[in-house]
Antibody, heavy 122, light 107 residues
Framework: EVQLVQSGVEVKKPGEPLQISCKGS????????IAWVRQMPGQGLEFMGI????????RYSPSFRGQVTISADKSISTAYLQWSSLKASDTAIYYC????????????????WGQGTTVTVS | DIQMTQSPSSLSASVGDRVTITCRAS??????LNWYLQEPGKAPRLLIY???ILQSGVPSRFSGGGSQTDFTLTISSLQPEDFATYYC?????????FGQGTKLEIK
């Protein structure tokens, strides 16, 4: 079964660092783009950025560049989302998702989603 | 960034109704438009990609269309499990922006 499994609930204080993870299984993790998506309480979906685990090519949304770091370790089929100093406004559910391949292997729709990691900063 | 605007933001309908949600891009995105459904407390799931291609396992009552800047998602006959929030997303250029969502509620 193709799946993404994310790390568990986090409760942190402002200013603390944090890294959450997303582990893929059932497919060649290195060969598909992985996205991170934020959902603040009661709000919609926000695209944060994507990474290609095969070569760690990373693209950030301008809204999140400099605020978070996206990385991946293809040897253990895991992607990461990292903050160096959390703010209360980082409180949200964070999803990782796999982009399926479209034309010429460009990213297409997100066909596999993690269960979400709830981050509370207070 | 490409801005994605969905309409309506919310919609009330009855089981068996036909409903259409629209999504407009701020610039041309060819057919690189995807639709997702999100039930409360759950992760989103992909319904349609590349404007009109039904994801495997998605019921045929869902259909999508459009190109360039204007797109639609149509549900031909609403079922109880369809009452949820729907999002469009462009994958034409990064950042792959989402629409603000359309909440479909039972009338």
């Amino acid at each position: 079964e193709v799946q993404l499994v994310q790390s568990g609930v986090e409760v942190k204080k402002p200013g603390e660092p944090l890294q959450i993870s997303c582990k893929g299984s059932g497919y060649t993790f290195a060969a598909f783009w992985i996205a991170w998506v934020r959902q603040m309480p009661g709000q919609g979906l926000e695209f944060m950025g994507i990474i290609y685990p095969g070569d760690s090519d990373t693209r950030y949304s301008p809204s999140f560049r400099g605020q978070v770091t996206i990385s991946a370790d293809k040897s253990i089929s895991t992607a990461y989302l990292q903050w160096s100093s959390l703010k209360a406004s980082d409180t949200a559910i964070y999803y990782c998702a796999r982009h399926q391949k479209g034309d010429y292997s460009r990213p297409s729709g997100m066909d596999v989603w993690g269960q979400g990691t709830t981050v509370t900063v207070s | 960034d490409i801005q994605m605007t969905q309409s309506p933001s919310s919609l009330s309908a009855s089981v068996g109704d036909r409903v259409t949600i629209t999504c407009r891009a701020s610039q041309t995105i060819s057919r690189y438009l995807n639709w997702y459904l999100q039930e409360p407390g759950k992760a989103p799931r992909l319904l349609i990609y590349t404007s009109s291609i039904l994801q495997s396992g998605v019921p045929s009552r869902f259909s999508g269309g459009g190109s360039q800047t204007d797109f639609t998602l149509t549900i031909s006959s609403l079922q109880p499990e369809d009452f949820a929030t729907y999002y469009c997303q462009q994958t034409y250029s990064t950042p792959y922006t989402f629409g603000q969502g359309t909440k479909l509620e039972i009338k």
